[in-house]
């Protein structure tokens, strides 16, 4: 192995210090700590969710996505966001960052424009852009392993797509439909952009039968062992010793 595979080898062993592992855990950690303070200290955080119509509303688009009401609500976005951006990051790391910016800023701004007039809190609607971004990406590129990163979308959240309606009190469907719009709009814009460098599947085309240089370096049955000079002068000598004692 060479010195420049042998590093790469190295780096792709250290999976706990690649973006796909820090960036994800970091977000989620930031989000945890601001509920625990917020619990503790009584500091109403809800405050800074996104309101409708009300230029004070507008700091939420930053804000609101780190702010959860409830230890549940925390527990429910935190888990399905560190899957689902530690996916982003795998499996498309030239566009998670860009991608991320954009629905953690749209997703506000859309609730703000047409959302209920109430405080809306929460990383829901960056989870629906994620998982839309993520399901739609690998139907339009139908390559196989984003396809089945798709399926496991399906598998795992196939139920969000009841957070589309406005059945559950006090749940923000408004978020929900404006980070799923957000999604399939990035999955679409970016659909020619190139995700993460997959192996090449092994092809019995890509093995190389060209024998000529071990020919012309060892002759044309270099292949073949020579059992005769190959044969050994060794001799094996045993030695006989008796177990008798004498009493």
Same mark, same amino acid.
């Given at each position: 192995m060479d010195k420049g595979r042998n590093i790469q080898y190295r780096q792709e062993q250290k999976w706990w210090l690649q973006p796909y592992v820090l960036i994800p855990l970091a977000l989620s950690a930031i989000m945890a700590i601001i509920y625990g303070?917020? %619990?503790?200290?009584?500091?109403? $955080? @809800? %405050?800074f969710g996104v309101y409708p119509k009300k230029g004070e509303g507008l700091i939420g688009l930053i804000s609101a996505p780190l702010v959860h009401g409830s230890f549940e609500h925390l527990r429910n976005n935190l888990i399905s966001f560190t899957v689902l951006s530690a996916a982003l990051w795998y499996f498309y790391p030239r566009k998670a960052l860009p991608l991320l910016i954009l629905a953690w800023i749209f997703s506000g701004l859309a609730i703000w424009i047409w959302g209920r007039p109430? @405080?809306?809190?929460?990383?829901?609607?960056?989870? @629906?852009?994620?998982?839309?971004?993520?399901?739609?990406?690998?139907? $339009?590129?139908?390559h196989p392993n984003l396809l089945a990163l798709s399926m496991l979308v399906v598998f795992l959240y196939g139920s969000m797509v009841w957070g589309l309606v406005p059945i559950e009190p006090g749940v923000s469907h408004e978020a929900h439909i404006s980070g799923a719009i957000i999604g399939v709009v990035m999955a679409i814009y970016l659909r020619n952009s190139p995700p993460k460098d997959f192996p090449k599947p092994f092809r019995y085309d890509d093995i190389n039968d060209d024998l000529s240089e071990q020919i012309e370096k060892y002759g044309p049955n270099y292949w073949q062992v020579d059992h005769d000079s190959q044969q050994s002068g060794m001799k094996i000598h045993y030695e006989y010793k008796s177990n008798d004692t004498k009493d």
């Open positions: 303070l917020d %619990q503790s200290m009584g500091l109403d $955080l @809800y %405050q109430s @405080y809306h809190i929460g990383a829901s609607g960056i989870i @629906y852009a994620l998982a839309a971004f993520i399901f739609f990406s690998g139907l $339009l590129r139908a």
